[in-house]
């Protein structure tokens, strides 16, 4: 990706923005300039996702284009947002044997492709399951 | 007016290769170098993980404790490594805009071996005192690099920790900070080389135990405190050894320095060492505890800082995972998985 493209979409990926719709309340991921409910009675606005969602579907990739290779295998997940938007991204600190539809996951930030040695290095969210098991822990002291 | 911490996170990563399978591939003996060290493992972050995203990991969990600080109250970010991804372009912009900061805020990253985040963290006090700012966050960051055989690689890893500096809902008041600082070539990377070099011994006596028991000397003169005012004490841990004879120097005990001595199970973090060993202290200290932070920088220098936790560190630490979640969330990787993550084989 050309400088100006990876940098015109790093803010909606570096912070899972998407758009709202004011007027009927729909919420889009990725964002988009028109509700395509409400047409021109739509009023947009950004909204950032709370990043906690469920893997509605999954796929494990063992032959990936170039820039990913590096990563095979590994698990694309579709994301369904608690929010309702659905989400393809990759589930990683997660083996191929441990996914599951259903489970829960979190956005976290990590490196998403790298040009070659001396390009630019694109950034975003992906996901991993959810471990909340320190929470039960903590309140037990 | 008082200046301290609003809110703190860490982040290790998830996967571990222990000292025994990095001395078998070289044909060491695991059990003396465990013993030497006091290192029996090392975190290793994943092929996807490097120091702006381990930094955005750590700084999220600090927001999560600094609960009604916005983004846009942040008026610094400095993020302090010596693993920065780019040699030009900041790691402090991908975190400021990763976190919602952007755009107004000043950022920088900074540079000193393994202290640069403690200095990060004085600057921050010093625009908060003078009311440039409201908040500003300092974040220390590294996956450490280590040439394949050389006796760091026993311990170099990968963590982050980050603070939010503020002068009101603090966690922890500052009273004070010091800093003790001279040039001493105890070890060093040159622009393009991939892996850094060390004076071996010479890294022990006039670099880290000059600075750190000098830097922590000085500050405790400064306040008048001396070792049995403070509960707990942390200083930065390239090994496990080194933090206890500086305590035992400075006439600190076994007992005020074991809670935040976390490098046996991760390695040495770097920028994040230091830092992590205050994070597992304030997971744990109760109001009114004093701490005493050092860290230590090569080439060398050590920044040092006497803290008093207040009653909010009740409600506020469990809005995050503390760092002994961290530390035992674990999965191991063998060599081969480990060279792959760390790019060894351009070596
Ligand atoms: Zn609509």
Redesign the interface.
């Known amino acids: 990706m050309a400088p100006p493209a990876h940098w015109r979409r ?2 909606e990926r ?2 899972l923005l998407g758009s709202k719709c004011e007027n009927c309340g729909s919420i889009y991921f990725p964002p988009t300039k028109v509700c395509p409910k409400c047409r021109r009675k739509g009023k947009m606005v950004q909204t ?1 996702f709370s990043g906690r969602g469920k893997v509605f579907s999954y796929t494990i990739i063992h032959a990936a284009p170039k820039t990913f290779e ?2 095979t295998p590994y698990i694309l997940a579709l994301v369904e947002l608690e929010e309702g938007p659905k989400v393809l991204s ?1 589930l ?2 997660c083996r191929p044997e441990e996914v599951k539809i259903g489970m829960e996951v979190e956005a ?5 492709f790298e040009q070659d040695d001396e390009g630019i ?1 694109s ?1 975003g969210f ?1 996901f991993r399951p959810i ?1 909340d ?3 039960n ?3 037990q002291n | 007016m008082k200046v301290g911490i609003v809110g703190y996170g860490a982040y290790v990563p ?1 996967y571990r290769i222990s000292v025994e399978e990095i001395a078998r591939v070289w044909g060491q003996d695991a059990g003396s170098i465990k013993s030497g060290l006091d290192v029996i493992e090392k975190s290793v972050p ?5 120091t ?2 381990l930094a ?2 750590a700084a ?1 969990n600090a927001f999560k404790r600094a609960k009604n600080v916005r983004a846009s109250d942040i008026g610094a970010v400095y993020v302090g490594s010596e693993s920065h ?2 040699a030009v372009k900041p790691t402090a912009v ?1 975190v400021a ?4 900061i952007t755009p107004h805020v000043t950022a920088a990253d900074l540079e000193f071996a393994c202290k640069a985040a403690t200095a990060g963290i004085q600057a921050c006090m010093g625009l908060v005192r003078a009311g440039y700012i409201r908040y500003g966050m300092s974040v220390g960051s590294d996956t450490a690099q280590s040439a394949p055989g050389d006796a760091l690689e026993y311990t170099a890893s990968a963590g982050a920790a980050a603070y939010i500096i503020g002068g009101e809902n603090l966690v922890a008041e500052i009273e004070g900070t010091y800093s003790y600082t001279q040039d001493v070539p105890d070890f060093w990377r040159r622009e393009c080389a991939p892996y850094p070099r060390h004076g071996g011994r010479f890294t022990g006596e006039p670099a880290y135990f000059e600075h750190v028991i000098k830097s922590s000397k000085g500050l405790m003169e400064r306040l008048g405190t001396k070792p049995s005012d403070y509960k707990y004490v942390v200083f930065h841990m390239p090994n496990g050894k080194f933090p206890l004879r500086a305590a035992k120097v400075l006439g600190f005990t076994i007992e005020q320095v074991n809670p935040g001595l976390v490098v046996e199970k991760i390695g040495n973090t770097y920028s994040g060492s230091s830092l992590l060993g205050l994070a597992a202290i304030l997971d744990i200290a109760k109001a009114g505890e004093r701490i005493l932070l050092t860290s230590y920088g090569s080439g060398a220098g050590s920044d040092s800082f006497s803290i008093i936790v207040t009653d909010l560190i009740e409600e506020r630490r ?1 809005l995050a ?2 760092v ?2 961290y530390v035992e ?1 674990k999965e191991y990787v063998d060599y081969a998985v480990y060279a ?1 993550n760390r790019c060894l084989y351009r070596g």
């Open positions: 790093a803010k570096y912070r950032e590096k990563y990759q990683v600190d976290c930030f990590r490196k998403l290095i950034y992906k471990d098991s320190w929470r822990k903590q309140s | 998830k994943s092929l996807d993980e490097d702006a995203t955005v990991e999220k991804p780019y991908t805009e990763a976190l919602g469990g995972p503390p002994k979640y969330r792959r």
